[in-house]
Nanobody
Framework: QVQLVESGGELVQAGGSLRLSCAAS????????MGWFRQAPGKEREFVAA????????IYADSVKGRFTISRDNAKNTVYLQMSSLKPEDTAVYYC?????????????????WGQGTQVTVSS
């Protein structure tokens, strides 16, 4: 099973940018669609973005559409989340995961191999 490690989270001012990375171990990374989710304190984990196996198809939550871009490099076993025009409401722990079940990409139940998360804090 794929194991994932997120990185790149930090404190940033509103309007700024960050790029999150999610490195996968194992040779099966390229078999899975990948997703990013986030969880703010006191809130449920919410879908952010997902990408197909070859990177040709992506979907986004309405709240990040036009500001965030998901991409992947299968040769490097890594998926990225480029975030721009950050807002304080983007503050959360960001997680990546592999879509392993035949469910909509927006459904966290579809995913496995969750990483430990990386903290993104956006100050106003």
């Amino acid at each position: 099973q794929v194991q994932l490690v997120e990185s790149g989270g930090e404190l940033v001012q509103a309007g700024g940018s960050l790029r999150l990375s999610c490195a996968a171990s194992g040779r099966t990374f390229s078999m899975y669609p990948m997703g990013w989710f986030r969880q703010a304190p006191g809130k449920e984990r919410e879908f952010v973005a997902a990408i197909s196996v070859r990177g040709t198809s992506t979907i986004y939550a309405d709240s990040v559409k036009g500001r965030f871009t998901i991409s992947r490099d299968n040769a490097k076993n890594t998926v990225y989340l480029q975030m721009s025009s950050l807002k304080p409401e983007d503050t959360a722990v960001y997680y990546c995961a592999a879509s392993m079940r035949s469910l909509p990409w927006t459904n966290p139940v579809a995913y496995g191999g969750w990483g430990q998360g990386t903290q993104v804090t956006v100050s106003s």
